[in-house]
């Protein structure tokens, strides 16, 4: 399984914009699907936004419009541009891959921590 490593959170004021990248050991031109998830102190985990390797792209209804996800297979890195940060945005941010079609992702990062004081 490719390892990821997650960077880019941070403590950011309501309103305001961060970018986790997410980078890959290995190539992820193959991988069907990347995505990030969060979760927040006592929540379940959720999918945040997820992009496929024809660059179809989905979001959860709380973050359309403010976050954007998308992937440098040149650079086996996955990045999550995030803006207009909300106080209920604060969670723990994981990427994840999900090698084949259907498949659930199997391998994760350890996640980055995103707080947004209001």
């Known amino acids: 399984q490719v390892q990821l490593v997650e960077s880019g959170g941070g403590l950011v004021q309501a309103g305001g914009s961060l970018r986790l990248s997410c980078l890959a050991s290995a190539s992820i031109s193959s991988i069907y699907a990347m995505g990030w998830y969060r979760r927040a102190p006592g929540k379940e985990r959720e999918l945040v936004a997820r992009i496929r390797s024809s660059g179809t792209t989905y979001y959860a209804d709380s973050v359309k419009g403010r976050f954007t996800i998308s992937r440098d297979d040149a650079k086996n890195s996955l990045y999550l541009q995030m803006d207009s940060l909300k106080p209920e945005d604060t969670a723990m941010y994981y990427c994840?891959?999900?090698?084949?079609?259907?498949?659930?992702?199997?391998?994760w990062g350890q996640g980055t921590q995103v707080t947004v004081s209001s």
């Open positions: 994840a891959a999900s090698q084949y079609y259907g498949s659930a992702p199997g391998s």
